[in-house]
């Protein structure tokens, strides 16, 4: 009974050891790949190249998504206010959901599971078929190299994606609530435009944003850089990118939150 | 046989390339992959490191280029001792290094010629013509000129090794370094990459260290053979020396014998008690 115990003690104490360790070694990751964004911003074409695979092609589950959720926000927003009488106030609960809340968090869950997944993956890869290893006999520095540019366009993309994410949802919700349900149109952005402040609520969405890309892109490359390299290794390391990204951002969602939002 | 003293054997080299004294290394403490290696490899000849699988043949090459670092022991390139470098000064000793690797390890989104350009480019700041005329020169050297515009996922394995050969020479290193060449290569590959090592060391004047467990294709070009057992080189010689050799862990591995002091069992506990404690450990 005792042995057991101290067998789950140990347990504990490894895993926390552990944990522990793999922060320090991440924290050592992340000063290596700052330090390499000097030789990335002399070498722009390595940004724009990253920028468009990072970027760009998570457009498409960006604009899609962003549309459903303002449609489905409009919709089930007005089914509550109308009871009211409230409906004129469907822009501000649309447009305030989604900046101050879900676009930020969404297109931080979706980018990890587009563009995240895909960094962890591609620099696992390169490491299990001895890419990063060939490079650095080449005397090039993988991490600023291949790292640092990625983790530059994750962090820059991101926001920018959250903006397009806030913006479609906002014209997706009034399609919804004005075009179809009937909502009057001067109403649902007359009364946007005088509740949503510019400091208050689009910048801290957007500060969300900034972190959110910051964390999840840093998640994403070293998860790639610390797999092992084999092809378990690589797969679990992008099934831990995505998790951890998740839990991070909802996470840092709610303490951003209760420091931006609470007086 | 303890410290390989080979350029003594050979009165025509002077000089050592690479010493390595008294190394010592395990993977996280656990089982000793080096448990004292003294080696010498001198300058201008192919040497070659064989021994059987799990010796540490390449983790001894990962050694001499800095990719790991030794638990205790002298790696010295060059006069350069490697453990003791900085990032930097690392990097910068990598330049006069080549390695090829078993994979190949090409770049795998850019072209033929983009990789063999990729380290130029990434050191120096030359005009687009030059490179050009660098890259094809070194892929004459290796036959696939005409390939120049494939992508590695066009290419065969013998090709694709190829390739990362002239990307490995193209900086026109001192010391170059073959990681396992003649694994899973055709006949006529097999024989192309074995001329060309040949060919590479003597034309352009390098120093050669070959990792392999191909008997006949490394005999057949390598000045010495390092033969590396059970943590320590084990035996050491001209491949004449060594096929000769009244040794019989010598004659066993140089024969394929299947019996021999080499041992077949990893080390563990006898069988008999492993199976009466009844622990399965799975």
């Not at chain 1, 501000?92 to 968090?105: A, D, F, Q, T």
């Not at chain 2, 490697?82 to 930097?88: T, Y």
């Not at chain 2, 001192?174 to 899973?184: C, Q, S, V």
């Amino acid at each position: 009974m005792l042995s057991s115990f101290m067998n789950f003690l140990q347990m504990i104490g490894a895993y926390i050891l552990g944990s522990l360790a793999d922060l320090g070694k991440s924290s050592l990751f992340l000063g290596q790949v700052l330090l390499g964004i000097k030789d990335t911003l002399l070498r722009p074409k390595l940004l724009i190249k990253e920028l468009y695979s990072v970027g760009v092609l998570s457009l498409l589950i960006i604009v899609f998504s962003a549309i459903f959720v303002g449609m489905v926000l409009s919709l089930l927003g007005y089914v509550t206010l109308v009871d009211f009488g409230a409906e004129s106030s469907l822009g501000v609960l649309v447009s305030l959901s989604l900046i101050r809340e879900l676009g930020p968090v969404l297109a931080a869950l979706l980018f990890s599971g587009r563009a995240g997944s895909a960094l962890t993956a591609e620099i696992g890869l390169m490491k299990a078929t001895e890419q990063l290893a060939s490079m650095e006999m080449m005397a090039v520095d993988p991490i600023r190299r291949i790292v640092t540019p990625r983790f530059m366009a994750g962090f820059i993309s991101l926001p920018l994606l959250t903006i397009i994410f806030m913006a479609l949802g906002i014209y997706a919700g009034y399609l919804v609530g004005s075009v179809w349900l009937g909502v009057d149109e001067g109403s649902y952005w007359s009364q946007m435009q005088n509740k949503v402040e510019f400091q208050h609520d689009i910048v801290n969405g957007i500060i969300k944003s900034v972190v959110f890309g910051f964390v999840v892109t840093w998640i994403a490359v070293y998860q790639g850089y610390s797999a092992m390299p084999t092809s378990e290794g690589v797969s679990r390391a992008t099934t831990n990118s995505v998790v951890y990204s998740a839990l991070a951002v909802l996470a840092l969602d709610f303490v951003l939150t209760a420091m931006m939002f609470i007086n | 046989m303890g410290l390989a003293l080979m350029k003594e054997k050979d009165n025509n080299v002077s000089e050592t390339l690479v010493t390595i004294h008294d190394l010592h290394f395990s993977w996280d403490g656990g089982r000793e992959i080096f448990a004292g290696v003294n080696l010498e490899i001198p300058k201008g000849k192919i040497t070659a490191i064989m021994g059987p699988s799990g010796t540490g043949k390449t983790t001894l090459l990962r050694m001499i280029g800095g990719q790991l670092r030794p638990v205790s022991g002298s790696v010295n390139v060059q006069g350069v001792e490697i453990p003791e470098l900085n990032r930097k000064e690392l990097y910068q000793a990598r330049r006069r290094m080549g390695m090829l690797f078993q994979s190949g390890a090409l770049l795998t989104d850019l072209s033929v010629f983009e990789n063999i350009a990729f380290p130029i480019r990434e050191h120096y700041d030359f005009p687009e013509s030059m490179i050009r005329d660098i890259v094809l020169l070194k892929l004459e050297l290796v036959g696939l000129r005409g390939a120049r515009d494939l992508m590695p996922s066009e290419l065969s394995g013998g090709m694709a090794r190829r390739v990362a050969l002239a990307r490995a020479i193209v900086l026109d290193p001192n010391l170059m370094m073959y990681d396992e060449p003649f694994t899973g290569l055709d006949p006529v590959t097999l024989g192309t990459i074995v001329s060309l090592i040949k060919k590479i060391n003597s034309s352009l004047s390098m120093t050669s260290i070959v990792v392999s467990h191909d008997i006949h294709e490394t005999f057949s070009i390598a000045d010495y053979v390092c033969i590396l057992s059970e943590g320590k080189v084990a035996a050491t010689g001209s491949p004449e020396e060594l096929l000769n050799s009244d040794s019989e862990f010598v004659q066993q591995f140089v024969n394929g014998k299947p019996d021999g002091p080499m041992p077949f069992h990893f080390p563990a506990q006898s069988l008999v008690s492993d199976i009466m404690n009844g622990d399965s450990g799975c």
